[in-house]
């Protein structure tokens, strides 16, 4: 009992850790194990799910899986099938299911096995790929939009169904690059389309021309054309491209044309201005008036050009508004006064109609315009807006916020740069006190502080300071404000302008800088590399940081005893004079490597770096920076040795060692991996990928390891690979990568480490062979061990009643009886202990040899050997299998199974038809099957399917029936390393498919 429950928990243990959601129910469809991965997918993890029904967490389960649920329990694998449901979040998700058959050791059906995975993402693309389709496929149909593909390998041309519309041919119609030119019209249109797709295949240059093409049908039609080359690897492949069915529109262009003409002649004679507007207000007819006003001496230099083009900006926008409004609301516009300003100032007051353009169908195609010149009589009137129009322009258009107040704080006027910025109309201001205005903050104190100013101003001041308003969204915006009294001619305040401008940036580069200043500050004082400020004609230390006391032993008490250059322990003239050339040509100098020398005298080796500044009164200044490699070249020594200590380190270890850069080429090897490699020297590797040494499939994926480890920074430790090298040579390996990180952090290589298993994989692949024929046998003797005990106990069992029976009878004629029954009980005893024996012999014989026979003369002599049998019974056997199949079989074998399927195919023969067996054979993965097919009673297989070889297992009422010859034809075949497979339909007939492996 212990062992077993350690056993399930063992099995619980392993199925809760399963790599795929899985559940185990039993034959009530309840839940008996459930996998984590199961419980997390569908959200379970708050519920108890074993013992629970199925249907209590899946209600909306359809028919399908129910009925593959219920033929699971028959015994029957399910093929994989989708279902959907509602997860906690109201989300309808989908998952994919398969169910297969949970059987006990015997091999009886206990229960359902459900593996899901989740297909939402999947299904969700799905459906949106098939309405993007549709939705290609509507906008191709309403724009008459077709495309076609030109395969160049293949000379095959692909059109769509639109394309052989446009061309009105059938569906079914296969185009060709020479049929689809001769469709375009003969002349220019040919003779361009011909030249188009020659220079695209010769030069690469696409095209789109607007042509005419003769359709099948014989109609003629505009259509453009267009269509670009495709390469690969600089070599032509192909052609793709577009048609679009443009004729209504050409048609139309021409037919407006003609109407244009028309309508010249008469417009042109008018004394008043007449043009004709489209839907984007782009003149498209004007009379000699119009032309003669707009100043240009042809109408081309107008027509196509919009009003944006003649007049000023605000102008244009208002008539833009208009044409809108007439072509939107199709009402005219008549004798409305619109004043004219042209791009070279000049001004005409007209009285303008515009009358919105139909065409037959009713619908707005533009506008017609007419005006009247009325400038003489409005000028006065316009001196006099013309005036106020300059001062609301300045007042609104300054970026400043600005606003007139009355003495008492009145607002009289605002600008719309301050309304855009609190995002208010006029009349939320005007009218109300300064300091109730929407910008200032809330607090009564700065209200007072408002008053106050205001008052000041009143009384003659000028009040300017910094303060903070608040923008549309209630943020703080600074804000330089200033408020001035105005002045009338008798020198008396009677108003005052109040102005604002925006300091964002400046206060933002005002705290930039100051903060810049405090870093600068802080690391000049805490870096660890020396900074000094020296006079660059008088060579004077003028400032320094404490690292430069530290490095070179002079500070502000001694400093002045030397010069910038008595620092360089070499005081050539030729450095000093390089240096001074550098600085004066290109302002900066270094890096260089020189000793410096301490004020006791001392070396130390330094790195300097100069720049050159200007600084007050043009004096020139340099910035030096010094940074003290003592301690590096000390580290560096000390790494020197410590690789070389590493190299004879990793040259002496028995495993493959490499490092790779982040092109995985190698940067480094051991002696091992260049005598894996088989170079003579490892450095023959160095710079080299894996395609130079292993065929290319082998080292793509080598390549996508690599890329896993550095973009993940996760190892890949100890993993199984075979190396196959191009030579042919394979070994097994356990590998591991590791990434390889800079001092930044960041990833530039990796390290690869490799040790050759391939002696402990084969020793491992014959262990493995040998368990698994021991774990068969095991199997198979313990299933005989039960078949055994059964049938020895029921005989003796018989042998023990009929004993008693004897002892006990006192008539002489019933002795006799018991006697002839005893001896018939001793037979069925000894015919069990033969089948059983040669049960024995086959299940105990694990290192069979078979040897190849013809199976055709092997049912040849199984024919003849039945012959009188077969004769007797009338039945008839069709041999199609050829002379030419030879099969590995075990020969007593072949002839034990031949013989048992043909008997049993006329032993349960129907009594309506006289048996006919047909026997064949093919070849198919590995396997010669042989079929024998057979027109008798047939089986019922979803009830005796699980027992049908069940031993001493019998399906009929035939006398003869023992139900042990298919049970040690099954174990034949099965020591053959083969299988058979039965199709039967009851009344019909069976056909047994033997698979006999090829292999030996």
């Not at 994919?96 to 006990?104: G, K, T, V």
């Amino acid at each position: 009992m212990m062992l077993n429950g350690v056993r399930a928990s063992a099995n619980n243990y392993l199925i809760k850790q399963l790599p795929k959601a899985t559940a185990f129910l039993n034959k009530k469809l309840e839940i008996v194990h459930a996998s984590d991965k199961w419980i997390a997918y569908f959200e379970f993890s708050d519920r108890n799910v074993t013992g629970k029904n199925l249907n209590q967490f899946f209600e909306n389960t359809d028919r399908k899986w129910q009925k593959v649920l219920k033929e699971c329990l028959k015994g029957k694998t399910s093929e994989v099938g989708i279902q959907n449901y509602i997860d906690k979040d109201q989300n309808e998700k989908w998952f994919e299911w398969i169910n297969i058959p949970w059987y006990d050791e015997l091999e009886n059906v206990i229960g359902v096995i459900i593996q899901t995975e989740d297909i939402t993402q999947r299904v969700l693309n799905e459906l949106k790929l098939e309405k993007l389709e549709a939705l290609f496929d509507e906008k191709a149909e309403i724009a008459k939009i077709g495309t076609w593909e030109y395969d160049a390998v293949k000379d095959n041309l692909i059109w769509c169904n639109m394309t052989k519309t446009i061309h009105e041919v059938p569906i079914d119609f296969v185009p060709s690059i020479d049929t689809a030119i001769n469709f375009y019209k003969n002349g220019y249109s040919r003779n361009t389309i011909s030249m188009a797709i020659d220079n695209a295949m010769r030069e690469g240059t696409p095209w789109k021309e607007k042509l005419q093409l003769n359709t099948a049908k014989g109609n003629e039609i505009w259509i453009i054309s267009a269509g670009r080359p495709l390469f690969k690897n600089g070599k032509f492949i192909g052609l793709l491209g577009s048609f679009q069915d443009i004729n209504d529109q050409v048609t139309a262009e021409i037919k407006t044309r003609e109407n244009e003409r028309l309508l010249k002649t008469l417009i042109d004679n008018l004394p008043l201005n007449v043009f004709i507007k489209d839907l984007e207000s782009r003149k498209v007819l004007v009379n000699k008036s119009e032309i003669d006003f707009c100043g240009v001496k042809d109408e081309s230099e107008i027509i196509g050009k919009n009003d944006f083009e003649f007049y000023d900006f605000k102008t244009a926008s208002s008539f833009r508004k208009d044409d809108l409004e007439v072509m939107k609301l199709q009402k005219p516009v008549l004798n409305k006064e619109d004043v004219s300003i042209k791009n070279d100032g000049t001004v005409t007051t007209f009285l303008t109609s515009k009358i919105p353009l139909l065409n037959e169908n009713n619908e707005v195609e533009g506008l017609i315009g007419m005006s009247i010149d009325i400038s003489e009589k409005r000028k006065a009137q316009k001196d006099l807006e013309e005036k106020e129009r300059n001062f609301r322009s300045i007042f609104n258009s300054s970026y400043q916020f600005t606003g007139i107040l009355s003495v008492d704080g009145t607002f009289i006027e605002i600008n719309d740069t301050a309304l855009d910025f609190a995002d208010l109309k006029t009349d939320d201001v005007i009218g109300k006190k300064f300091w109730d205005a929407y910008w200032w903050p809330v607090p009564d104190f700065i209200k007072d502080g408002l008053k106050q100013i205001v008052q000041a101003a009143a009384k003659g001041q000028f009040m300017r300071s910094e303060i903070m308003v608040l923008d549309k969204n209630k943020e703080q915006v600074p804000v330089d404000f200033s408020l001035k009294p105005i002045y009338n001619e008798a020198n008396k305040v009677v108003s005052l302008l109040a102005e604002g401008r925006m300091i964002t940036e400046m206060v933002a580069s005002r705290e930039k800088l100051k903060e810049s200043e405090q870093k600068f500050r802080t690391l000049y004082e805490l870096s660890p590399v020396s900074y000094f400020l020296y006079d660059f004609e008088t060579e004077e230390i003028l400032d320094f940081n404490p690292a430069f006391m530290a490095t070179t032993g002079y500070d502000k008490n001694n400093i002045a005893e030397i010069k910038c250059y008595d620092l360089l322990a070499n005081k050539s003239e030729r450095i000093k004079n390089e240096i001074t050339h550098e600085l004066e040509s290109h302002g900066t100098f270094g890096p260089i490597e020189e000793k410096y020398v301490r004020k006791d005298g001392s070396h130390c080796p330094v790195i300097i770096n100069k720049s050159l500044i200007v600084g007050k009164k043009e004096r020139k200044l340099v910035w030096a920076i010094v940074q003290d490699i003592s301690e590096s070249e000390k580290k560096k020594r000390q790494i020197r040795e410590e690789q070389e200590l590493l190299r004879t380190l990793i040259d002496n270890l028995p495993l493959r060692i490499f490092i790779k850069d982040i092109e995985s080429r190698k940067v480094l090897v051991n002696k091992a991996e260049g005598d894996f490699m088989g170079v003579d020297s490892p450095k023959e590797l160095l710079g080299k990928n894996d395609f130079e040494f292993y065929d290319k499939e082998y080292a793509q994926i080598a390549r996508e390891e690599d890329l896993q480890v550095m973009n993940s920074l996760k190892p890949i430790l100890a993993k199984e690979k075979i190396i196959l090298k191009k030579d042919g040579t394979a070994s097994n390996f356990l590998v591991s990568k590791i990434p390889l990180k800079g001092e930044d952090g960041r990833v530039n290589g990796l390290v690869g480490i490799g040790l050759d298993i391939s002696d402990i994989k084969q020793k491992e692949e014959e262990l493995r062979g040998l368990i698994n024929v021991t774990s068969l046998q095991n199997k198979k003797l313990i299933n005989f061990a039960h078949i055994v005990s059964h049938n020895l106990r029921s005989h003796t069992a018989n042998f023990s009643m009929l004993l008693e029976f004897l002892a006990n009878e006192r008539d002489d004629s019933e002795k006799q009886n018991i006697m002839k029954m005893l001896v018939e009980a001793s037979d069925n005893l000894l015919e069990t202990l033969d089948n059983l024996n040669e049960v024995m012999t086959i299940s105990s014989n694990v290192n069979i040899k078979k040897t190849p026979v013809n199976l055709k003369a092997k049912i040849d002599r199984a024919e003849k050997n039945l012959s009188a049998f077969l004769k007797n019974n009338k039945a008839t056997l069709i041999n199609t299998i050829q002379d030419n199949v030879i099969i590995p079989v075990v020969p007593t074998y072949i002839d034990s199974i031949l013989m048992n399927f043909i008997t049993n195919a006329v032993k349960y023969k129907s009594s309506k038809r006289n048996p006919i067996i047909k026997l064949s054979a093919q070849r198919s993965k590995g396997y010669t099957i042989l079929s024998i097919e057979d027109n008798g009673l047939g089986i019922d297989l979803k009830r005796y399917g699980d027992k049908l070889f069940g031993m001493y297992k019998t399906f009929h009422n035939n006398d003869d029936a023992r139900g042990i010859g298919l049970y040690i034809t099954k174990n034949q075949i099965e020591a053959m390393n083969g299988k058979i497979v039965v199709q039967s339909e009851v009344n019909k007939g069976s056909i047994f498919n033997i698979y006999f492996n090829e292999n030996n």
